[in-house]
């Protein structure tokens, strides 16, 4: 193959190179460079030397390799993935992959003689997420395969999102962290979405404080779990609750405090039926019912079954009893509450349903549809018709807009939703008080509502019009307008004729809208 002829084909995205007798593959590789849309390359021959700058993915499996040298792949920068499937390759080394700065998937499945990867061998791959090592082949020497991952992969295994290691049918010891940090180190892999491991897990001579669900949520697939954890811990019910495909547990020389917090364990172990819990003690078994705890003093060993039973039992007849307490409680809770606020609970609820339709008022221009509503007694309308209605709404300009309930409220709708939605449609509430005004109950609601409007906005938006004099005394006995009495001027209706156009000058004054500017 002659190397010009890739001079002749600048658009080439993808080439295929099945030929492992290539003699001059690493020249036609550099020639290749000129090509600068070729993303893709696909050699099957022995030689992976090259210079493309641009490559994205570089397949070398069934490429019959068998040594990779140092910086091998330097200079592909902006490589992505690399495929070495099928292939004999036997060690890793710390220089191997030097200068794939965005390579984020290494596929070295099917290399069937693994047996050495050096410390930082992909520490340098910053960007790495997947990584398939396949099937690990340590010398027959070594009894038990061991891969301390954080002394490999560095910072780059809290990147990772996929992990696949095998190590056959051979036992397998993966590290993370050293021996002075405990397995709560497994928190690193905090992107991981799938690890593919073996399906036996033994934990020996680690130092754990508390077992917790955090560090079994990514073991769905293990069958066997075997612990021998020499300090005083708290096993935490959700330490099992992800272990969905367990079907022995081993728990050998088993030491935890006598807590309830640990009795579930008793329970767990008794009642699911998918798991064998096997208890352990220096390798000899023994039944779950002669397991021992240790209590707060440090120094008794009690049955753990037996405190369990005497300490951790919760009674039906004492449950029944407390929640009967509870119930009488909450009910004497409930009727004292309404007794002392029941008066304010339903003017409470309708103000707050006055602010959500105020606030839902887009168009605060126009916000007020009345300049004033009116509380009044049916008995007094007499005097609203004759004397109010005339000085107010017919003189002008402007002209006033009173809110009557007997002229304006709307027809169907609830009295109380009637009076809520008028009185806050109104710029300011015209209570007119007589005698008939004290006794009738909704006109002590429209007071209610009224007085709860204008501490809430602090503004002068309540008048009081007196329409006999009424004394102190009976005052005395509606808290409220006691109050407003004493806080605010309020008018009183004139008995001298010649005094009413005085009055109804102030009220109008005091009643008509704002001039606009």
Same mark, same amino acid.
């Given at each position: 193959m002659a190397p010009d002829v890739f001079h002749y084909i600048p658009q080439l995205q993808s080439v295929y190179i099945h030929e492992p007798c290539v003699e001059n593959l690493s020249e036609i590789l550099c020639r290749?460079?000129?090509?600068?849309?070729?993303?893709?390359?696909?050699?099957?021959?022995?030689?992976?030397?090259?210079?493309?700058?641009?490559?994205?993915?570089?397949?070398?499996?069934? +490429?019959?390799?068998?040594?990779?040298?140092?910086?091998?792949?330097?200079?592909?920068?902006?490589?992505?993935?690399?495929?070495?499937? %099928?292939?004999?390759?036997t060690q890793l080394y710390a220089n191997t992959f030097i200068g794939l700065h965005s390579l984020t998937l290494l596929d070295l499945r099917e290399n069937p003689q693994i047996y050495n990867i050096e410390t930082m061998?992909?520490?340098?791959?910053?960007?790495?997420? %997947?990584?398939?090592?396949?099937?690990?082949?340590?010398?027959?020497?070594?009894?038990?395969?061991?891969?301390?991952?954080?002394?490999?992969?560095?910072?780059?295994?809290?990147?990772?999102?996929?992990l696949h290691i095998s190590s056959g049918i051979r036992p397998m010891q993966l590290i993370i962290g050293t021996k002075s940090v405990d397995l709560t180190s497994m928190n690193q892999l905090i992107h991981l979405r799938k690890l593919t491991l073996v399906q036996v897990l033994k934990l020996?001579?680690?130092r754990i404080d508390s077992l917790e669900g955090g560090l079994t949520k990514d073991f769905k697939s293990l069958k066997t779990l075997y612990l021998r954890i020499e300090n005083i811990y708290n096993v935490i019910y959700s330490f099992t609750e992800h272990l969905s495909s367990l079907k022995y547990l081993i728990l050998d020389t088993l030491q935890m405090f006598c807590s309830c917090?640990?009795?579930?364990?008793?329970?767990?172990?008794?009642?699911?039926?998918?798991?064998?819990?096997?208890?352990?003690?220096?390798?000899?078994?023994?039944?779950?019912?002669?397991?021992?705890?240790?209590?707060?003093?440090?120094?008794?060993?009690p049955n753990f079954v037996k405190y369990t039973?005497?300490?951790?039992?919760?009674?039906?007849?004492?449950?029944?009893?407390?929640?009967?307490?509870?119930?009488?409680?909450?009910?004497?809770?409930?009727?004292?509450?309404?007794?002392?606020?029941?008066?304010?609970?339903?003017?409470?609820?309708?103000?707050?349903?006055?602010w959500l339709s105020e606030a839902m008022r887009s168009n605060t221009r126009g916000r007020y549809?009345?300049?004033?509503?009116?509380?009044?007694?049916?008995?007094?309308?007499?005097?609203?018709?004759?004397?109010?209605?005339?000085n107010l709404e017919k003189r002008g300009p402007p002209f006033l807009r009173l809110c009557l309930h007997s002229r304006d409220f709307q027809l169907g709708k609830d009295i109380v939703e009637n009076i809520t939605d008028s009185?806050?449609? +109104?710029?300011?509430?015209?209570?007119?008080?007589?005698?008939?005004?004290?006794?009738?109950?909704?006109?002590?609601?429209?007071?209610?509502?009224?007085?709860?409007?204008?501490?809430?906005?602090?503004?002068?938006?309540?008048?009081?019009?007196?329409?006999?004099?009424?004394?102190?005394r009976r005052l005395s006995a509606h808290h409220r307008l006691a109050r407003l009495v004493k806080t605010r001027t309020y008018l009183d209706w004139p008995q001298d004729p010649h005094q009413h156009q005085a009055f109804w000058d102030r009220l109008w004054a005091k009643l008509k809208p704002p001039t606009e500017a």
């Open positions: 290749i460079v000129h090509i600068i849309s070729l993303t893709k390359l696909n050699v099957h021959a022995p030689n992976i030397q090259s210079c493309l700058e641009n490559l994205r993915s570089l397949d070398l499996s069934c +490429s019959f390799i068998s040594n990779i040298e140092d910086f091998a792949f330097f200079g592909l920068a902006n490589l992505e993935s690399l495929h070495m499937t %099928q292939n004999s390759i061998s992909f520490a340098k791959l910053t960007c790495l997420r %997947q990584v398939f090592l396949g099937y690990l082949n340590y010398p027959p020497r070594e009894p038990v395969i061991k891969l301390n991952l954080t002394l490999v992969f560095g910072d780059v295994l809290s990147h990772l999102t996929h020996s001579n680690c917090d640990n009795a579930w364990l008793i329970a767990w172990a008794k009642g699911y039926r998918p798991v064998e819990v096997i208890m352990l003690n220096h390798e000899v078994m023994y039944n779950l019912e002669d397991l021992i705890c240790l209590s707060d003093n440090g120094l008794d060993t039973e005497a300490n951790c039992t919760t009674e039906v007849g004492f449950v029944l009893f407390a929640a009967t307490g509870l119930g009488v409680i909450f009910f004497m809770l409930v009727v004292l509450v309404h007794n002392l606020t029941g008066p304010y609970l339903l003017p409470l609820y309708y103000i707050i349903l006055g549809h009345y300049d004033a509503f009116v509380s009044y007694s049916g008995k007094d309308e007499r005097w609203l018709v004759e004397e109010l209605l005339p009185l806050y449609r +109104s710029r300011r509430t015209l209570c007119l008080v007589s005698r008939h005004y004290l006794h009738s109950n909704w006109c002590s609601l429209e007071m209610k509502l009224a007085t709860s409007r204008l501490q809430v906005e602090q503004r002068d938006i309540l008048l009081l019009v007196f329409l006999e004099k009424i004394p102190p």
